[in-house]
């Protein structure tokens, strides 16, 4: 009974605690957003499906990658800009594809950077990607298919090996996951708030949808619904909202970056 009485203890102290503030349920904790952050990006590093560029012999793409991360972390919209580890690494593949890991790990590959035209477009991928760690949405997702039997077993310590199996979950799908609709719109939205908050062209992740209508193997974020089309028309709104200002696209760096690539 008293055991009954915890688990129920525990259930109305997650909801009331990290429930997102914009009401989107999740049952994990900013600290499992990082630890399992950490854990997956460990997994990818030792994966050869993902042959991560090496930062000590390509230090000069990694000083481009890691000069527009910290620019848009300096965006008063990131809620966890400064909890977050934030890390970016570099897939070496010709690959049209970005993706990020719970706590701000996210990873970029050489194909997507080279296939674009400027540093915005390519900012305005990263801000996409940051948003989805920002808003959290990989937990979300883990909130809705597992729910809070999960955290009690992991709480209550009954399922000591379910952090590993989710984990394992995670990086199988990581370079695939299927965000929902809202979270989509949502990734969207925010790049479009941190790109306005810094110096590149806030319509940039626009451009970069357009570029990218048509591919035969476009990224994944972009082959799931909602539609190209309709993402530009929900960008350009957002955009005019804030009130549409011009920015920076900054040609001659980007191809210096795509330059420092193998």
């Known amino acids: 009974m008293a ?9 109305f102290t997650i909801l009331s605690l990290t429930g997102c503030d914009d009401g989107k349920l999740n049952f ?3 600290e499992q957003d990082i630890a399992f952050g950490k854990q997956l990006d460990s997994t990818v590093l030792a994966d050869p499906a993902y042959p991560i560029l090496n930062k000590n012999q390509h230090p000069e793409a990694y000083e481009h990658i890691e000069r527009i991360l910290s620019t848009l972390l ?3 919209d990131l809620r966890y800009a400064s909890t977050f580890p934030w890390e970016v690494k570099i ?3 010709d ?7 719970p706590g701000g790990y996210m990873y970029f590959y050489t194909g997507l950077i080279k296939f674009l035209d400027n540093e915005a477009q390519f900012a305005g991928v990263m801000a996409h990607e940051m948003a989805h760690a920002d808003r959290r949405h990989s937990t979300q997702m883990l909130t809705k298919q597992y729910g809070f039997s999960l955290l009690a077993s992991i ?5 000591p090996n379910m952090l590993k199996t989710i984990i394992a979950e995670l990086a199988q799908g990581l370079g695939n996951l299927k965000y929902s609709r809202n979270n989509e719109y949502e990734a969207d939205e925010y790049a479009v708030h941190y790109l306005y908050d810094t110096g590149y062209h806030p319509r940039a992740i626009a451009d970069f949808f357009e570029k990218m209508e048509g591919q035969p193997t476009p990224p994944e974020f972009l082959s799931t619904h909602p539609s190209p089309e309709n993402r530009i028309e929900a960008i350009e709104t957002v955009w005019k909202s804030l009130g549409n200002k011009d920015g920076e696209l900054y040609i001659d760096r980007y191809t210096n970056f795509k330059n420092s690539l193998p």
């Open 74 to 76: 300096k965006s008063n």
């Open 91 to 93: 897939i070496n593949q």
């Open 3 to 11: 055991r009954k009485i915890f688990t129920v203890a525990i259930a």
């Open 28 to 30: 994990f904790t900013l």
């Open 155 to 159: 709480v209550l310590g009954d399922n």
């Open 95 to 101: 690959v049209l594809n970005a993706f990020a890991a």
